[in-house]
T-cell receptor, first 114, second 115 residues
Framework: GDSVTQMEGPVTLSEEAFLTINCTYT??????LFWYVQYPGEGLQLLLK?????DKGSNKGFEATYRKETTSFHLEKGSVQVSDSAVYFC?????????????FGTGTQLKVEL | GAVVSQHPSWVICKSGTSVKIECRSL??????MFWYRQFPKQSLMLMAT?????????EQGVEKDKFLINHASLTLSTLTVTSAHPEDSSFYIC???????????FGEGSRLTVL
């Protein structure tokens, strides 16, 4: 079945540091890939997505590129801010079961310090 | 973005009692709502998909008689954990969308603790 593996946290960075959160997936065919972010006390929010190989999703300075050859969708940001502190979830929407079902990774907590 | 709200955010109950969690779409009509369960340091696991006016579709391994889902209107879905036991303690999250394939909007989650 479909699965998503992402790096364990917490990840602690200083403000303005470079961020990478790794995400790899296993799925049949060509799923859509997502990054969701959950700020403290709030629900998950879509951060960015990519629907086909080599697509790059981007939003709020975050980027992730759909790499079919490595089955990866790593999240990157060049300069993090304290306000980026949150839990980040990688997810895929597969084609099995009629589609439209998200499979999530375990989430990676990011803490950004001054 | 659209807002989905869950209530209650926290609930503590005694073993053997039933607990109802509500999921509301506040500014849009949701044709489909999803219920997830999350254990500490684990991913969100889809429990069931509910479409307004029809029976929920449960994922394999989820007891439909234990986790009752009702989607009576386009803005409200409820999850009732019946005869709760300590192993049901978890974080329950709902999401909703307007149309098939559309963006999902998530509630803030409800933490259930069964004593």
């Amino acid at each position: 079945g479909d699965s998503v593996t992402q790096m364990e946290g917490p990840v602690t960075l200083s403000e303005e540091a470079f961020l990478t959160i790794n995400c790899t997936y296993t799925a049949t065919g060509y799923p859509s890939l997502f990054w969701y972010v959950q700020y403290p006390g709030e629900g998950l929010q879509l951060l960015l997505k990519a629907t086909k190989a080599d697509d790059k999703g981007s939003n709020k300075g975050f980027e992730a590129t759909y790499r079919k050859e490595t089955t990866s969708f790593h999240l990157e940001k060049g300069s993090v801010q304290v306000s980026d502190s949150a839990v980040y979830f990688c997810a895929l929407e597969g084609l099995t079961g009629g589609g439209n079902k998200l499979t999530f990774g375990t989430g990676t907590q990011l803490k950004v310090e001054l | 973005g659209a807002v989905v709200s869950q209530h209650p955010s926290w609930v503590i109950c005694k073993s053997g009692t039933s607990v109802k969690i509500e999921c509301r779409s506040l500014d849009f009509q949701a044709t489909t709502m999803f219920w997830y369960r999350q254990f500490p340091k684990q991913s969100l696991m889809l429990m069931a998909t509910s479409n307004e006016g029809s029976k929920a579709t449960y994922e394999q391994g989820v007891e439909k008689d234990k986790f009752l889902i009702n989607h009576a209107s386009l803005t409200l879905s409820t999850l009732t954990v019946t005869s709760a036991h300590p192993e049901d303690s978890s974080f329950y999250i709902c999401s909703a969308r307007v149309l098939a394939g559309g963006e999902l909007f998530f509630g803030e989650g409800s933490r259930l603790t069964v004593l």
